[in-house]
């Protein structure tokens, strides 16, 4: 496992490519390992997702540059194999399965009738991984996956990345023996699984079906930092060697791992109508069951039934194993929570950022507890991966608070294939499906009702135009009272006070306010103002790029895809979506709209013979450390300086790196002024 991430602190003030790319990724994994790992996010993730767009845009234009493990090749990527085995010492078994309440009655009389009342105890059936940890003298030492129950995957650095794995026991008064084997589960949380889906929908791609298989593929990664990424969650319910514990039953079992410091499931219901404790008899058995059943759809995380164990010890030794699972224990689970309907037709859905999605609206039926009218469908690729018409009888599947989901054709009702349409459903442009996305965009992305709300309150944010005092409920009061249709229409709120006043929970003070915030953004610097517009992989930095370069409005809007490709750090992609945005046939009028409104601060162009180091040389030796030399040579440049290989008498400047040798030698001899690269750095 790599080492855990650290605050990457300030932002360096460098233009420097290589300093940014460090700081991105640096902050990206910091950023990854609070939400992650520690599920303390600190920044929202539309911020985040404006850092992993500026590093992507400038890993695509510097690609030397980029860290091998950089965040942006992680998210997405697919399960590996290929991790060393793990013997596990005691066999992981597995458990006999009852499917109904008469086989369960069936398996307690079977196991009475041996040992007579017995006194058992149920927990959660997790439905995710299981794993086995091992500690020596109080340190985590090994973690395995199941695999055939004999041989799993080691995935001890993977498991060290999920917050609630100690990886030392807690030191209490209850001693751990010098090995202790615990087991439990690897799973993704339903709202930690919605949020990583929902990011990857934003970033156009492919989402996952359903946390188990999500938490399985994440926690078997080959490399640890890709499993860090992911939001695993773990729960503790075994201990595999009780007898050197002194253990004598499951209760006693759970009170010991929490006092070691596992997360057992008795946090786990916590909060909940269900609770961790002993019972006897079939109809104590059968309530436990359908109070289980009850709460399945109000738990965070997902269950697919309930495990029923005999809760001493002694007695579980009694009752032994019978061909490959112990008699003791029992999963009594719940019905699949799949049903049959009819798609009666796909609608699209446009999202706030112009994600396209395609919906089937279904017959409405009740699965798991909860009816179902509609399904996500994803992407165009899912709907042909299904075989997907309208008319087709369809097998639903609910997990849990996850999305409904189509799970395949059962019976196709001979309807005509879907077409996905070419326009959007709400304002009519052309939609438009990018080379490196599965999802297809409304690319009106200021004027298409549907994005509205986003589009102004990325406009309005305190990193673009900073328009304080619009809340994203306001924006949407503004919208549903007709006051703003487009950002432009911000500007001529001053004369609508009349009607701002009148909104629910509004009144003089709030409508004045708010415009002298709107009046105060007339005047932004061009970066914040191209920024402000939401331009795909226009992030602040990149946004700052071309401002530097366009020099104003009117430069963004004649700006060729060329001419942005050949600004530093801007690259092909984040060209071609800049000139597409501009000119896409809502965006451009709307843009000569606001150029109405706001007069961005003009930014000088930097002609020849200007700049900080117009005339003078500079020549890099040695081994740099904190700039590429092509860096520090662009740098040179930008600032009207010129970057040259040789010394001679005519150099300003000889900047030193590491082990720098015979050009130093020569600036010496020349009495040429040298310089480290921190005083470079304090040039610029
Ligand atoms: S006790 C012999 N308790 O369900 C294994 N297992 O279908 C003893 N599972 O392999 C495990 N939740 O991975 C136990 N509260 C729980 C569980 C649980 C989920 C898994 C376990 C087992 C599988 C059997």
Not at 237 to 246: F, R, T
Not at 286 to 303: D, S, T, V
Not at 475 to 496: E, M
């Amino acid at each position: 496992m790599g080492p855990e991430p650290t605050s990457p602190g300030a932002r360096p003030k460098l233009k420097d490519a290589q300093a940014q790319i460090d700081w991105l990724t640096a902050a990206l994994r910091w950023y990854n390992h609070l939400y992650y790992a520690k599920a303390q996010p600190e920044i929202s993730d539309a911020d985040f997702d404006a850092l992993m767009r500026e590093l992507e845009a400038l890993e695509k234009k510097y690609p030397l540059l980029a860290h091998a493990d950089s965040p942006t090749r992680m998210v997405g990527a697919g399960a590996r194999s290929g991790l060393p085995p793990m013997e596990h010492r005691i066999p992981m078994l597995s458990i006999e399965n009852a499917m109904n309440e008469a086989e369960a009655l069936a398996w307690l009389k079977r196991i009475s009738d041996d040992v007579g009342d017995v006194e058992l105890i149920c927990e959660p059936k997790y439905d995710g991984l299981s794993c086995e940890l091992v500690y020596e003298n109080g340190t985590l030492k090994l973690a395995g996956t199941r695999g055939d129950g004999k041989t799993g995957e080691d995935v001890t650095p993977n498991i060290k990345t999920i917050a609630s794995v100690p990886v030392h026991l807690n030191d209490t008064s209850r001693k751990a023996p010098r090995r202790l084997e615990i087991r439990g589960e690897v799973y993704i949380a339903k709202s930690d699984f919605a949020k990583l889906n929902e990011r990857l929908e934003r970033e156009g791609l492919k989402t996952y079906v359903n946390p188990r298989n999500t938490a399985s593929g994440s926690l078997r990664q080959i490399d640890a930092r890709i499993s860090a990424q992911r939001p695993l969650s773990a729960v503790w319910y075994q201990v595999a060697n009780p007898e050197d514990c002194g253990l004598t039953s499951v209760k006693g079992a759970i009170a010991a791992m929490r006092d070691w410091g596992f997360r057992t499931s008795a946090e786990m219901l916590a909060g909940t109508k269900l609770k961790v404790q002993t019972f006897t008899g079939a109809e104590k058995l059968l309530e436990q069951y359908r109070a289980y059943a009850g709460q399945r759809n109000e738990l965070p995380y997902e269950i697919d039934g309930m495990v029923v164990k005999v809760n001493d010890f002694a007695v579980q030794s009694e009752l032994g194993v019978r061909s490959k699972s112990p008699r003791y224990l029992l999963a009594f689970k719940f019905p699949p929570q799949e049903r049959e309907t009819v798609c009666e037709r796909i609608e699209l859905q446009v999202g706030r950022t112009g994600a396209v999605t395609p919906v089937a609206i279904l017959a409405p039926v009740k699965v798991g507890g909860v009816t179902v009218t509609h399904a996500s469908l994803h992407n165009a690729d899912e709907i042909e991966r299904l075989g997907l018409k309208p008319g087709d009888t369809v097998m639903v599947h609910r997990a849990g608070d996850v999305i409904p989901q189509v799970l395949k054709v059962t019976n196709p009702g001979g309807g005509n294939a879907f077409k996905f349409p070419k326009r959007c459903p709400r304002c009519d442009s052309e939609l438009v499906k990018l080379a490196d996305e599965v999802v297809i965009r409304c690319p009106n992305h200021l004027g298409c009702p549907a994005q509205m709300l986003g589009a102004i309150e990325h406009f309005t944010s305190r990193t673009a135009m900073n328009i304080e005092g619009l809340a994203e409920k306001n924006i949407q009061q503004l919208i549903d009272a007709g006051l703003v249709k487009s950002t432009a229409d911000l500007y001529a709120l001053k004369n609508k006070r009349d009607a701002m006043i009148e909104l629910e929970r509004w009144g003089e003070k709030k409508a004045d306010k708010l415009i002298a915030e709107i009046e105060k953004s007339r005047t932004p610097t061009l970066a914040r103002f191209i920024y402000a517009l939401g331009i795909r992989n226009v992030g602040e930095t990149v946004a700052g790029l071309i401002a530097g370069d366009v020099g104003s409005i009117d430069g963004l809007m004649a700006a060729t895809e060329e001419q942005l490709n050949d600004i530093d750090g801007v690259g092909p992609v984040i060209a071609g979506s800049v000139v597409r945005f501009v000119h896409d046939e809502h965006n451009e009028p709307l843009i000569r709209q606001l150029q109405r409104h706001v007069s961005p601060q003009a930014v000088k162009k930097m002609a020849a013979g200007e700049g900080k180091f117009a005339g003078m040389t500079f020549v890099f030796t040695g081994a740099l450390t904190k700039f590429t030399r092509e860096y520090a040579e662009a740098m040179v440049r930008d600032r009207g300086g010129k970057a040259s290989g040789s010394v001679s008498k005519n150099t300003s400047y000889v900047v030193a790196g590491e082990k720098a040798g015979s050009k130093l030698k020569k600036a010496n001899e020349l009495g040429v002024k040298v310089i480290s690269e921190d005083d470079f750095a304090a040039l610029l």
